[in-house]
């Protein structure tokens, strides 16, 4: 991996500034206190055209060591660092293989509870795909950025592995959301499924009715304005 492509790819994606320490040890595979990082980088032409950073970081003294129920027996969790893809190579699923292939390398640790990472709020583009490939909004943290003096929050966002799962009030909220958004989805569908057929069928049929009384009527008008 060559530092200088790195350095500039994520000049290019992320607002936030890293230390050339940062490139230096993500080049030799070194992450966050010296511990192991798993990379992963998409090349097209020998060109790095989109790249994944992450690291199992232990449970214990974690500052998100609240996304995993204390009773679950996970010792690890699995930090997405950075991911990008350059923009002219976005939308075709390259990404998508990138956090398939955190995914595989997370389920490769049997301690390991989750796959988790921080997005700062306005990132649609991200929150959108971090949220098509079944990452679940945890929460948001004030002030998780700061960034030329200002202050942004980040929305944090996992993926359980295994048989893990969030601490109980998380997991009960989590299910009422789901069953919610079912309920939903299974109204809406029946709507769609109803509204060609008879809904818009009897509005139709009485749509013409007006308009033929309508167009009789302006026979009427128009005979009155002749006879005027
Ligand atoms: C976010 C990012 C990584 C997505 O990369 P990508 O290669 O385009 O992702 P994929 O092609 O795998 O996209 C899969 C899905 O993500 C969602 N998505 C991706 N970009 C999106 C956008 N701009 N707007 C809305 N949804 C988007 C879509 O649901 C998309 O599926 P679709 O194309 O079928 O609609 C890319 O935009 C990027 O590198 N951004 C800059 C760096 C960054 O923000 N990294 C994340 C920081 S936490």
Known sequence: ??????????????????????YTDSCRKIGIHKGF?????????????????????PLHDNEDSCIIGSDSGAKEILYILTLGCKSEYRRFGL??????????????????????????????????FYEKNNFRY???????????????????????????????HKTILFQTQQTLSIGFKIIYNLLELIRPTS????????????????????HKNDKIVQNV
């Open 37 to 57: 990082l798993h990379t992963c980088i998409i090349e097209v032409d020998n060109v790095i055209v989109g790249f994944v950073f992450a690291q199992f970081l």
């Open 138 to 168: 945890f929460q948001s943290i004030d002030n998780f950025y700061t960034i030329s003096n200002m202050h942004y929050k980040a929305y944090l966002y996992v993926y359980y592995l295994h048989d893990y799962h969030a601490p109980l």
């Open 95 to 128: 990404s998508s293989i990138l956090i398939g292939n955190v995914i595989e390398y997370g389920n490769t640790n049997k301690y390991c509870g989750a796959v988790y990472l921080h997005v700062i709020h306005y990132n649609q583009a991200a929150i959108k």
């Open 1 to 22: 991996m060559d530092h200088q492509e790195l350095k500039s790819m994520h000049e290019e994606f992320f607002p936030v500034k890293y230390s050339d320490s940062f």
């Open 199 to 218: 809904i818009l069928h009897i509005f139709g049929f009485t749509a013409n009715r007006v308009t033929n009384n309508d167009h009789n009527h302006n």
